[in-house]
């Protein structure tokens, strides 16, 4: 199994461009989400899956966008870069929500400038 | 006040010595606690997990819940080098809607010096 999986690894944007972060797993996962981490701020939930067709925001979900239209794939859509976002993104799954065993992906190092 | 509190340290002992790393919390209905060890630009990774109160032991590690007080520790007997990375604590609870989502700590940076 390759687990959580996730590219790019590293991006540069300039203000007001769009991209599209790629998270996949192979464990067959109902519970998908994306991290954001920052220094001094830990792990913050931006949004989160609990099985296709089904998203929910988490704790700072404003400028990203999501959808599950399969199990395994679960992208982050940054709709207008803005510096405040240069951040590591991680993705996670997890058999159920709130399962104390989270796989994290090897993370995103996203900068905006 | 965040939900949980942890030192960010950075943290330096030497080899072989016990390290201590915890963390509050306010959330009198968190159950599940969890230690999650993070290696320098790699992804969290989950360590020991406990339920509700009491002690956790996994090799080197323990870790140690005290409800009454809102406190989780993690110590590591006999450090190794190895075990240089940011640890991160991290708590769930069970509601009517079933597990809630995890909420983590910002990390404690810990570094063993040979």
């Known amino acids: 199994n390759a687990g959580v999986t996730q590219t790019p690894k590293f991006q540069v944007l300039k203000t007001g461009q769009s991209m599209t972060l790629q998270c996949a797993q192979d464990m067959n996962h109902e519970y998908m989400s994306w991290y954001r981490q920052d220094p001094g701020m830990g792990l913050r939930l931006i949004h989160y899956?609990?099985?296709?067709?089904?998203?929910d925001q988490g704790e700072v979900p404003n400028g990203y966008n999501v959808s599950r239209s399969t199990t395994e794939d679960f992208p982050l859509r940054l709709l207008s870069a803005a510096p405040s976002q240069t951040s590591v993104y991680f993705c996670?799954?997890?058999?159920?929500?709130?399962?104390?065993?989270?796989?994290f992906g090897p993370g995103t190092r996203l900068t905006v400038t | 006040q965040k939900e949980v509190e942890q030192d960010p340290g950075p943290l330096s002992v030497p080899e072989g010595a016990i390290v201590s790393l915890n963390c509050t919390y306010s959330n009198s209905a968190f159950q599940y606690f969890m230690w999650y060890r993070q290696y320098s630009r790699k992804g969290p990774e989950l360590l020991m997990y406990t339920y509700s109160s009491g002690n956790k032991e996994d090799g080197r590690f323990t870790a140690q819940v005290d409800k009454s007080s809102k406190y989780i520790s993690l110590f590591i007997r006999d450090s190794q080098p190895s075990d240089s990375a940011t640890y991160l604590c991290a708590m769930s609870l069970i509601s009517n809607f079933g597990n809630e989502k995890l909420t983590f700590g910002t990390g404690t940076r810990l570094t063993i010096i040979p």
């Open positions: 899956s609990v099985g296709a067709g089904i998203t």
């Open positions: 996670a799954s997890s058999y159920t929500t709130g399962s104390y065993e989270q796989y």
